[in-house]
Each structure stands twice: as structure tokens, then as C-alpha cells.
């Protein structure tokens, strides 16, 4: 069973950036397609970003133009970069590996306004 861990979360002003990680216990090369989520107080937790094997990624219609997400086999690291964050944008962040329904244990964004 991979483990995830993310990083990179914390308290950040409207209209700044903040670079989340999630680093993987095991190799990513063959794993596949990998996911963010996010989960607001009260609120479903929502697909943010997606990447396959082969690179192509999606984003959710909130995110779009905001969000990148991107992935560095290497490092056995996924990241998602957000830019121009908004209040809206507070929750908890996950990364998920589909294949292996595997989950990370979550890191805080907090976008004050």
C-alpha cells in the first residue's frame, strides 16, 4: 500500500500562491492517474485537479486557469500549483491515487480576504 504525504499548506491572502505537494512512499511511475480533492467546512468533498499516466490533466470549473497540477516521476511527487486564490478556496487538500484508493492525510489551505 503506497503512502501519501502531503505538504505545502497554510494561510495565504486573496490573489496570492501557494504550492501543495504530495510525495508518494513508493515509485509513481506505473501508478497511473492521480487526483486532488478538497473539502470545505460542511461542504462534499470535490475533485480540484486530475493528471493520467500520460500527462493529460483536468481541472474543476472553479479552478480553471487558477490550478496546475503536474507530476515529477522522479521525485515520486505530484504538486498543485494555485495561483490568484480566493476565499473559496479554503479547505482541506487531499491527493488520492485511483488505482490503489489510496489517500493522503490532508493539508490546510486557509485564503483570507
Known amino acids: 500500500q503506497v503512502q501519501l504525504v502531503e505538504s505545502g499548506g497554510g494561510l495565504v491572502q486573496a490573489g496570492g500562491s501557494l504550492r501543495l505537494s504530495c510525495r508518494a512512499s513508493?515509485?509513481?511511475?506505473?501508478?497511473?492517474?492521480w487526483r486532488w480533492y478538497r473539502q470545505a467546512p460542511g461542504k462534499q468533498r470535490e475533485l480540484v485537479a486530475a493528471?493520467?499516466?500520460?500527462?493529460?490533466?483536468n481541472y474543476g470549473d472553479s479552478v480553471k486557469g487558477r490550478f496546475t497540477i503536474s507530476r515529477d516521476n522522479a521525485k515520486k511527487t505530484v504538486f498543485l500549483q494555485m495561483n490568484s486564490v480566493k476565499p473559496e478556496d479554503t479547505a482541506v487538500y487531499y491527493c488520492?491515487?485511483?488505482?490503489?484508493?489510496?489517500w493522503g492525510q490532508g493539508t490546510q489551505v486557509i485564503v483570507s480576504s
Open positions: 513508493t515509485s509513481i511511475f506505473s501508478i497511473g492517474a
Open positions: 488520492h491515487v485511483p488505482l490503489l484508493n489510496s
Open positions: 493528471i493520467d499516466g500520460d500527462g493529460t490533466t
